[in-house]
């Protein structure tokens, strides 16, 4: 663990910030902002993928540790719940390729988008579930330790470029399919300087949510206020990712963005 981060805790003096640390070096990616309302998708008509094989509903999820569903003990994560409740309202039948990796920053994902198998993914998939930031964001507590302000606008404006990238490369391979990204909230805010660390988070994702504005298929899902009263019930031992309780909430507010093509409305055989 890093000189500052190890000071960050001592300085703290508790039990609660060294296990939030010790889940951060172990790498997810949520964290938080300041969101209320659930936006939704408003192209539901082409919520549907032209490329999809007839009767078959998929679903590619992408990102870091909190779509791999760290922390939750049945290994479920909000993707499982997604593609559950996916299925029981489709007549179709639902698949899921899960290619994200425990760690991840934007850059590796980018790399990753490159890859032949990934590429074949995004060009047949109907529904893109998404996370990743938080990894960029946090540097395994660093960011928080330090909160130099220099440092995190630095980190605000590569993640900017290189999600930006992201974005382009997705829709370069798959122009419609729906995206809903997961928005960050905050493990940290029952703790000192919470109030500094809240303005990080809800300013990342102001950030975020305007730079997926321009595609109308595309929402940051807010997590922030789930979390803001429920660090205790929402979060796992590690003190930074969920835990089952948890996902299960972020999967309804990932149900509640979604097409009603998808989520049994009108048209979705």
Not at 8 to 21: D, K, N, P, Q, S
Not at 151 to 180: G, M, V, W, Y
Not at 246 to 261: D, K
Request: net charge negative; proline share 3%; glycine share 8%.
């Amino acid at each position: 663990m890093r000189k500052t981060t190890v000071y960050f805790v001592m300085t703290t003096g508790t039990i609660a910030l060294l296990l939030c640390l010790i889940g951060l070096a172990m790498t997810l990616s949520g964290s938080a902002g300041k969101e209320v309302e659930t936006p939704m998708m408003n192209n539901a008509e082409q919520a549907v993928n032209a490329n999809s094989e007839d009767g078959v509903l998929s679903v590619l999820a992408l990102g870091d540790s909190l779509t791999t569903g760290a922390g939750d003990d049945s290994e479920t994560g909000y993707v499982g719940h997604v593609t559950d409740g996916l299925q029981q309202a489709s007549t179709r039948q639902v698949t899921l390729n899960n290619r994200a990796v425990n760690g991840y920053v934007a850059q590796q994902l980018l790399a990753q988008l490159a890859e032949t198998k990934t590429t074949e993914l995004l060009r047949k998939t109907d529904l893109i579930l998404l996370s990743i930031g938080g990894n960029d964001l946090f540097r395994g507590g660093e960011t928080l330790a330090s909160l130099d302000e220099s440092l995190i606008r630095s980190i605000e404006q590569n993640f900017q470029t290189t999600f930006t990238q992201i974005l382009a490369k997705i829709r370069k391979e798959n122009p419609d399919a729906p995206i809903a990204m997961i928005g960050l909230y905050n493990p940290f805010n029952q703790l000192d300087r919470s109030e500094q660390t809240n303005e990080v988070v809800r300013r990342w994702n102001e950030r975020v949510s305007k730079m997926l504005a321009n595609d109308t298929n595309a929402v940051l899902v807010p997590t922030y206020d789930l979390y803001d009263a429920n660090l205790d019930l929402y979060l796992a031992d590690d003190r930074f990712h969920p835990n089952g309780s948890g996902y299960e909430m972020i999967a309804a507010r990932v149900m509640q963005t979604l097409p009603a093509t998808l989520r049994g409305g009108e048209n979705n055989e």
